[in-house]
Nanobody, 131 residues
Framework: QVQLVESGGGLVQAGDSLRLSCAAS????????MGWFRQAPGKEREVVAA????????LYDDSVKGRFTISRDNAKNTVYLQMNSLKPEDTAVYYC????????????????????????WGQGTRVSVSS
């Protein structure tokens, strides 16, 4: 049974930092691209950042470039999201997700930021940023 468990959310002030973690189990973590998504109140879920299975590619939403950093530790089956210079508009529930990193034939799948590409999802951790 695949489980993705997020942690590290909380209530902070604008300008503060947080580090989110997502611990994965029940899958071969190193075979999966990993993504962070978020859903703000009244809005659709959107991609924040993603990292390839081998850590050779990352992508970020424009709104977080230069402030957030995604990383992963394949030995610990964990993906991280370091969030600096937080803004009130970063307030959301943050989800991690796993996308199997291969396609038929064994070729590596291109890293994607679309929700439908991801196979497994965590329950989310809430981040609230006050002004």
């Amino acid at each position: 049974q695949v489980q993705l468990v997020e942690s590290g959310g909380g209530l902070v002030q604008a300008g503060d930092s947080l580090r989110l973690s997502c611990a994965a189990s029940g899958l071969r973590f190193s075979n999966y691209h990993m993504g962070w998504f978020r859903q703000a109140p009244g809005k659709e879920r959107e991609v924040v950042a993603a990292i390839s299975r081998s850590r050779d590619a990352t992508l970020y939403d424009d709104s977080v470039k230069g402030r957030f950093t995604i990383s992963r530790d394949n030995a610990k089956n964990t993906v991280y999201l370091q969030m600096n210079s937080l803004k009130p508009e970063d307030t959301a529930v943050y989800y991690c997700a796993a996308d199997y990193g291969y396609i038929i034939g064994g070729n590596v799948k291109v890293l994607q930021g679309t929700q439908t590409a991801y196979d497994y999802w965590g329950q989310g951790t809430r981040v609230s940023v006050s002004s």
